[in-house]
């Protein structure tokens, strides 16, 4: 089979910039490439879009079936298309950035990929295409939405305490937050529900358990509240 | 000339939210289309991508093109890509958005669009393809955006008053601003540099002019300041 157009068009793909949190530090899942080119190298999982297939039905597809990766939430990011980065010819590839916990999914290669694994967002193995830029936009923007919206806290356990959510605000920073300062700001918007609980079989004085009230962030944002940390 | 290749390809064009900020009403740039599909319903001004072109090239092209206006600050905003979209078949369009002020730039149709217009945002006519849907994603990340970054600055003179301001503000959200909140939240941030010089030739007491301190923004934001408004 083949196709014939009047005018020169791109292939279009998928890429995925899926960030793990884990143990305090921030990872990111990469496969090694099975095919050329950049065979051997280590990608974003991603690939080719299906001419039926919605873009983001083939980002989710991609990812599961070159890392096992199922049940992500995938945010569209940027669209890269710059003429010579891929040496097949044109190719624009729609990005796509999720957050999730390591310990939830069992990694599972296949397809276009031999191996897939988590790697510590500062130790980073040299990549394929422009996969390193997109890694820059993804960071940049987890790092700029984790501000002004209420994302992660999916990754908390559904009661947590304000060490726990102040480690997961740190760890997608990768910076150190200030604890008074910290939790002034996570009060006065008013979104945590204080469960009355406690935790329980800690070496230590037990800290109180909150959880997120999401009934009233929605409320809150429809009314124009921002969000701010 | 024909191009074949081994799988089907979409087409890929670029799509242009520009808005306009005119006498306190939020408007949308709008082309009527000369050309099938759509002939003479309106549309975001927008086109193909050459095959050797950079996409926000291609954007900017088509904006000049068919309206007429040049040197507008695009941003990438979202890739729509939903597989009945356009009646040709397949086509992918990377959307971008801009704030412009209409007075700045003198309107004139070619190519494909017959005639430009700007048109308030609460009175649009009915619009091809799925641009309704990319002008909504594209009020949302404006009114998104214009809380936690100092976007719309460049719209106004470059010493303004706080009324000013407040005006650029309320326009672009499309609603009323409590005046004792946003001057303490705009001071608070400091990024407002007091010049020293009051309004000339009002028929009222004379308020302050400030500038923007776009040096000590770029500082701040280094810092992980954010922005917030």
Redesign the interface.
């Known amino acids: 089979?083949?196709?014939?157009?009047?005018?020169?068009?791109?292939?279009?793909t998928v890429d995925c910039a899926v960030f793990g949190i884990a143990d305090s530090s921030l990872e990111l899942l990469l496969i090694e490439r099975a095919e050329p080119p950049f065979a051997g190298h280590w990608a974003l999982p991603g690939g080719?879009?299906n001419?039926?297939?919605?873009?983001e039905d083939a980002a989710r597809r991609e990812l599961e079936e070159e890392t096992g990766m199922r049940n992500v939430f995938l945010e569209?990011l940027?669209?890269f298309?710059?003429?010579g980065r891929d040496p097949r010819g044109?190719v624009?590839s729609?990005a796509y950035y999720a957050l999730a916990k390591p310990s939830d999914h069992q990694l599972a290669a296949a397809t276009d990929a031999a191996r897939a694994a988590w790697f510590p967002l500062d130790d980073l193995p040299p990549l394929a295409f422009d996969h390193d830029s997109i890694i820059d936009t993804a960071v940049t923007r987890l790092r700029?939405k984790v501000?002004?919206a209420p994302i992660g806290f999916e990754l908390l356990p559904r009661k947590f305490t304000l060490t726990q959510l102040q480690g997961l605000y740190e760890t997608i920073?990768g910076?150190e937050l200030d604890k008074r300062n910290f939790r002034k700001k996570i009060r006065s918007m008013e979104l945590l529900v204080d469960t009355g609980e406690i935790e329980k079989d800690v070496p230590r004085r037990p800290a109180r358990l909150y959880r997120f009230d999401r009934t009233r962030y929605r409320k809150l944002a429809r009314q124009?509240f921002?969000f701010?940390?």
Do not use: K, N
């Not at 089979?1 to 279009?12: C, Q, V, W």
């Not at 001419?51 to 873009?55: F, H, K, Q, R, Y």
């Open positions: 089979m083949s196709y014939t157009y009047e005018y020169p068009r791109p292939a279009l080719f879009v001419i039926d297939e919605e873009i569209q940027f669209t298309g710059g003429v044109r624009v729609v700029g501000r002004y920073l910076t124009g921002a701010e940390l």
